[in-house]
């Protein structure tokens, strides 16, 4: 049963800089893919970022130019570096995995943007 562990959320100010972890027990590479996905209380949960097992990135439109995604397989780590955090970035972040048919979630991590 694979697991994936956020880690890194904080309180930050507008314009500042965080680092979101998403560990994993067991290799990373066996992941199809690894997203990031965001919710908000009362909305949808939503798709922040991904990189797949030949490292396209994908990326939601308001985030490009200021989130990176990458991954050290060494590590079995997916990182989601986040600059210039807006207050509409505050969220839940998750992270997501396809290994086969099977979808992990892990339990979020809250970051919050203060203006």
């Known amino acids: 049963q694979a697991q994936l562990v956020e880690s890194g959320g904080g309180l930050v100010q507008t314009g500042g800089s965080l680092r979101l972890s998403c560990a994993a027990s067991?290799?990373?590479?066996?992941?199809?893919?690894i997203a990031w996905y965001r919710q908000t209380p009362g909305k949808q949960r939503e798709f922040v970022a991904s990189?797949?097992?030949?490292?396209?990135?994908n990326y939601l439109d308001s985030v490009k130019g200021r989130f990176t995604i990458s991954r050290d397989n060494a590590k079995n780590t997916v990182y989601l570096q986040m600059n210039s955090l807006k207050p509409e970035d505050t969220a839940v972040y998750y992270c997501?995995?396809?290994?086969?048919?099977?979808?992990?979630w892990g339990q979020g991590t809250q970051v919050t943007v203060s203006s």
């Open positions: 997501n995995g396809g290994r086969g048919t099977r979808d992990y």
């Open positions: 067991g290799s990373i590479v066996s992941f199809n893919y």
């Open positions: 990189i797949n097992f030949s490292d396209f990135r």
